[in-house]
Every structure is written in C-alpha cells, then in structure tokens.
C-alpha cells in the first residue's frame, strides 16, 4: 500500500457562516449592554448577577466570542470578542458553528438547544439561566414576532410585557445599540 | 414487566443522534484528548459523497484527519488491517473513526485493537476477553448499509471473531445526512439483522430489564419506519430510525448470549459466502417457528413492542407469539426483491448438514443439530415448521 495515495486533511473553514455568527454576537452584546440600562427586568436580572460577573459566550474550538460583564460601578458592559486577559466567571460554549447556526438563525431555540445539548456551560447554574431569561428577552425585543416565536420557549403575554414597555424598549434598545 | 435476580448491563457508547450530529464530533475527539483519527471506510461511502460531507462536518475545528482510506472490500483482511496499522503509526494518529457497516467497522476496530496493544499479530485476540485493556478513542459514524455488529462489542476478520466489552465504539454518531439508503433491499436487510438481535436478545431466558429496554424500542422503531424505509430509501425520519435501531439492537445482542440464528448463519455464512446478514433474515421465522412447534413460545410481548398496546390488548394471550411472527412474516414480505429462502440464493442442499453441524458444535450445547437441521431444510425449501 502506498500510503501517499492518502493524504492528510486539514478540514477548512466555513467563512460566511463564522462572519454570520460574529456579527450576531457582536449585536448581541451591544443589546444586553443596551437593554441592561433600559429595560427594567434586565435590570433586575444583572442587579442579582454577582460584582465580578463577566460571561463569555463562545463557539468552540475557536471563537468568535462575545464577552459581556460588570465595570468598576456595576454597570453591565460589552467588552468584546477577545477573552484574553479577563477574568472569566461564566462560560457558556457552543459546541460547534453549526449549532451556533442553528440557534442564531433560530431554527432552535435557546432552550431546545441547551436540551439538545449543544451548549456547554462552565460556572454558575443559576447566572447561566438568568442569561438564557436574558437571551429570550432580547430576542423579544429586538427581532418581529413571527421570528422571535421561533427562537423563545413561549412569547411573552401583554401582562407579562406590556405594549408599551415593549415598544418603548425596543426603540431605547436599537438607538443605544447604534449610538 | 419481568424482574430478575441479577442482571448485568454494559455499553460504554455515546450515542449522538440528529440533525448535524457529526459536527460534534471534534468536541467528542477534544473530551478523548485526540486530535488526530485515521478514517476507515468503503468505496461505497465516498461515491456516493458521505466522505465529503464528512470532512465538510469537521471545518473549523482543530481536528487533523491522519488520512482517509476508503478501499475497505465486504470484508475484513488481515493484510489490509496490517497496511491501516503502519498507516496509523506513520501518520501520527491518536484515534479511529469507521464511517459505514460491515467491514469498515471491523477493520477500524482490528486496527484500534493493534495499535492499542502494540503488536501486529491480530489473531492472538480471536475469541471472548482476550484484550486486556482499553483501547484508543473510536467513532463510528453510521450509514444506511448496517450489517449489524458495528455498535456492538465485537469485531469480525476473515471469519474469526473478536468479542470484548472493549470493541464497543466509544461514539456512536448517527447523522441525518449519512442515513438515505440507495435501495430498499439494503434498508431490509440492515433493519431485519437489526431485528433479528433484538428478537433473540429480549427472547433470551435470563430477564434483562435494561437488554429488554433496548430491545423494544429496536423493534419498535423497525416495526413503525420499515414499511416506509422500503418505499423511499432515501427518507431521512425512518432512515434515522432504522440506524437508531441498528445500534440499540447490536447493543442489547452484546449483553445476551448468542442465539440459535446467529449461530447457524454464522456457520452458513462460512460455508456458502453468503453474508451474515442475509442468512439471520431467512433463518430468523424459522427459529421462531421451531420455537412454537416445540411448545416453547417465544415471549408475547414481543406483540406490544411490534404492534402497540392495542393489538397486544385484543389479542390472545397465548396467540401473541403466532400474531408476532405473522407480522415479522408480513415486514419480510415487503421487501419484493430480496430472498426468501436459502433455495433462492442457490445454496446447495447438502451443504446444510456442514452448517448445521459447525453451529451446533460453537453453540455448545445450546443449540441441538437436529434443531439446526430442521431450520436449514425448512429455510431451504420454505415450507412452514408449523403444523
């Protein structure tokens, strides 16, 4: 047998989709940014996040990531896409780019992925579902309807976000995320 | 349900599977600390493009395929597992992935089984527990031509086989994109051997509660997704399934004892050449029907698993095994092309005598010859047992 007839492989990379979901992330972050100092139950979700709280979601084995946590005044802060030097209380891994795919092209939802297993979480259980509460709310808030259905276990009712709170959310949340 | 006095249960597989399960695969890889397989697998399988959706699975990942070889023939030779081992070690490899049934798994394993111990003689493991101790990460990756034994704890080469809890694939990866059968021939003859493991494991008489577990849902899958498997091999919902099944049933035939039919249709298999495989889905009615005459039914409740609780309700309890192999006769009928006794694929009549008299002699004393005989003639010509 001439092993030379079978080569090594050095698998590639998929470009778009890694651009696809770093932009996703990178929105993200400047959306819990945003909503943290906007909204009110975003608010009290990061009030009972510990002071060192930084969370980095990430897809394995090598990024993109987006790194979100408390500053010097408690205040929530998107600190970007480079984990390097910080000090990390909650990872949240995605186990590969095709399950990031599938969760930011919301064909699953954050929840159906965490059953599904496609998602590795390092730190703190509790911080960790107060972030998935986060995920949802955001989507609620960023994205239509008839996609956020698809990407949150239950759309929240009028009595659990009220139109206005909603609206006035939204818009507070997209300016800030653009400004 | 039946409670037993004792019980043992072992199989150290993951099972991942779904939509883009083999894109986990590098996070498995990463969990073994390997970073490096070697990939075994059939021409078959790169033809009809699973090794490029293979390597497409693996994009953005750390993971260095050593090399792919894809020249695995329908079976496993010493030689070509000697030519896999110096492939291994020359390339710096760290672990396997078989990707597709039959041979690719045995080859892969045999290699594993080599490197790990670091010899290169394979024979000296043939037989039950002869390998001392584990062995290196191992991924199958499942395909729609399962010939059954690929999930399971052994591992067959040039018709001996090796049986260790060892063997087991440390990763069973069932990917939606791998599973589309090219005919409905093959979707039958993987799902009946799957079948057949399942029958005879939950058929065995030490009550296993966990052997049965597997078992019924094995069959409950075949039973919903055959039917629908044969008619669009290329259905991804019953091609899941069946591949499901395949493994469940290969797992829970490694914690049994081996049955009446797969002794005789490994013997039979040595002496005409015919698969394995083929022979467990001609013989596996007739072993039942035996059963039957000789007034030791085989359980009822293979009934609820094949049919549902209605059926199992309505019916009988003593006419639950007839009712069960009435159906497994009527899941055979579906696939129009394939054999249907030994006389269809030409073995010769007095070829039998040999078949039954090497499995009666590897049964050691489980199964009689006179038994063994009565299945093959009745298999040959395919007239019923029953009276």
């Known amino acids: 047998m001439n092993i030379n ?125 107060g972030i998935l509460r986060l995920m ?32 006035a959310s939204r818009i507070l949340t997209y300016i800030r995320i653009v400004a | 349900m039946r409670s037993s006095d004792y019980f043992e249960f072992f199989s150290q597989a993951k099972i991942m599977s779904g939509n883009r399960a083999m894109s986990n695969i590098p996070v498995e890889l990463d969990g073994f600390d390997a970073r490096k397989p070697l990939v075994v697998t059939s021409k078959e399988v790169t033809k009809a493009g699973l090794g490029k959706k293979f390597i497409r699975a693996l994009y953005d990942s750390n993971v260095v395929i050593g090399a792919i070889f894809d020249e695995v023939p329908h079976y496993a030779g010493i030689s070509q597992v000697r030519d896999l081992v110096r492939l291994f070690r020359d390339r710096g490899c760290d672990s396997l992935i078989a990707i597709g049934g039959g041979a690719a798994a045995d080859v892969a394993k045999c290699v594993n089984v080599m490197v790990s111990a670091d010899t290169d003689d394979i024979l000296q493991f043939v037989g039950d527990n002869m390998i001392a101790g584990h062995l290196k990460p191992f991924i199958y990756v499942a395909t729609s031509g399962s010939a059954g034994y690929e999930a399971s704890n052994r591992a067959t080469i040039e018709g001996r086989v090796i049986r260790s809890d060892f063997l087991f694939p440390d990763v069973i990866c069932i990917d939606r994109s791998m599973v589309p059968a090219k005919n409905g021939d093959a979707v039958l003859e993987g799902a009946m051997v ?29 039973c919903e997704n055959l039917r629908k498997g044969i008619r669009s091999p290329g259905n991804k919902v019953s091609g899941m399934a069946l591949a499901n099944a395949a493994a469940m049933g290969a797992i829970a035939f490694s914690n049994s004892p081996e049955g009446t039919v797969h002794l005789i249709s490994r013997s039979l298999a040595r002496v005409t050449g015919l698969s394995e495989s083929l022979c467990m889905v001609v013989l596996l009615p007739y072993s039942l029907e035996l059963k039957l005459s000789k007034k030791e039914p085989f359980r ?39 054999p249907r006794t030994l006389k269809d694929v030409r073995v010769a009549k007095y070829r039998l005598d040999e078949a039954a008299k090497a499995a009666a002699e590897e049964g050691d004393g489980r199964v009689d010859l006179k038994d063994c005989m009565n299945i093959l003639e009745h298999a040959w010509e395919g007239t019923s047992i029953l009276k």
């Not at chain 1, 276990?153 to 609206?167: F, G, H, N, T, V």
């Open chain 2, 300 to 338: 009822g409740d293979l009934l609820l698993a094949m049919a549902g609780i209605e059926a199992f309700a309505t019916t009988p309890e003593k006419e639950r095994p007839r009712a069960a192999l009435a159906l497994i006769r009527q899941l055979l009928a579906e696939g129009k092309h394939y």
């Open chain 2, 194 to 222: 799957a079948f057949a493991q399942a029958v005879e494991a939950a058929d065995m008489p030490n009550d296993n509660p966990v052997v049965d577990a597997y078992a019924h849902a094995a069959i409950q899958f075949i």
């Open chain 1, 5 to 129: 007839n079978y080569p090594e492989i050095r698998p590639k990379s998929k470009v778009i989709k890694k651009i696809y979901v770093w932009v996703m992330l990178f929105v993200f972050g400047r959306a819990f940014q945003a909503a943290s100092r906007v909204d009110p139950a975003a608010k009290k979700e990061f009030a009972a996040m510990p002071a060192d709280f930084c969370f980095d979601m990430c897809v394995l084995p090598n990024g993109p990531h987006m790194i979100i946590g408390k500053d010097g005044k408690g205040r929530i802060k998107y600190m970007g896409w480079n984990p390097m030097g910080k000090k990390i209380t909650l990872w949240m891994k995605i186990k590969n780019l095709d399950a990031a795919i599938l969760m930011f092209t919301f064909q699953e939802s954050s929840c159906v992925a965490t059953a599904r297993d496609r998602l590795i979480v390092d730190g703190d259980i509790p911080a960790a579902c």
């Open chain 1, 136 to 167: 949802n709310l955001l989507e609620t808030l960023l994205l239509p309807k008839l996609v956020t259905k698809l990407g949150v276990k239950r759309y929240p009712r009028w009595s659990q976000l009220p139109p206005a709170r909603k609206w």
